[in-house]
């Protein structure tokens, strides 16, 4: 019996604070594995070698506890700091010890286009919901509008009636259309 293999993925799916780290188990070692994971951190660092992912030199590792063999897998990184470089490697374990993979990198995303208040405005959707029971109607209806090749807009007002009270909410989010889920 010897160590797993894995290969560590391109990460997906980067926004400003959360990713997703990507995996493949290639070769179990002849024992199934009962953790995978991913060692992260904002620093480059060689092979930890057979060593648990805790006393690796990354800052942060994440795992998933099981019954694995061959296979991709994800985990999503979160509670990251944005327009930040994190270097990324999985990890597998089985009844001979842990394995690594190599290590990339990624850069998450700024966040809000500065921008965009700026842009020209092309409205592209407008989507609603109302909510009626006897006591209570609620109106939510953004207005989603492109502002240029990237960045789109959320503007929308909310209101609410409670037993002949009123509350008005107005609010609007900008972000980077490749930030999207």
Not at 14 to 19: E, K, R, V, W, Y
Not at 22 to 40: A, E, H, K, M, Y
Not at 84 to 96: I, P, Q, S
Not at 135 to 161: H, M, R, S, Y
Request: aromatic share 10%; with cysteine.
């Amino acid at each position: 019996m010897g160590l797993p293999t894995v290969t560590t993925e391109a990460v997906s799916d980067i926004a400003p604070t959360t990713a997703q780290a990507n995996g493949t188990i290639t070769d179990t070692g002849g024992s199934p594995c009962s953790l995978r994971g991913f060692v992260f951190g904002l620093a480059s660092h060689g092979d930890p070698g057979n060593i648990a992912p805790a006393v690796s030199a990354y800052e942060n590792s994440c795992q998933q506890r099981g019954t694995f063999s061959y296979g991709g897998f994800d985990i999503e990184l979160s509670a990251l700091v944005k327009n930040t470089t994190y270097y990324v490697r999985v990890w597998a374990r089985n009844n001979a010890g842990y394995s690594y993979g190599d290590e990339v990198n990624f850069d998450t995303l700024e966040g809000v286009y500065p921008g965009a208040l700026y842009s020209p405005r092309t409205k592209i959707n407008k989507v609603g919901v109302n909510y009626d029971s006897a006591e209570t109607t609620t109106l939510f209806a953004p207005d989603v509008t492109k502002l240029d090749d990237e960045v789109v807009a959320i503007e929308t007002e909310l209101g609410i009636n409670v037993k002949g009270g009123h509350a008005d909410l107005k609010a609007r989010l900008e972000w980077i259309e490749s930030q999207l889920p």
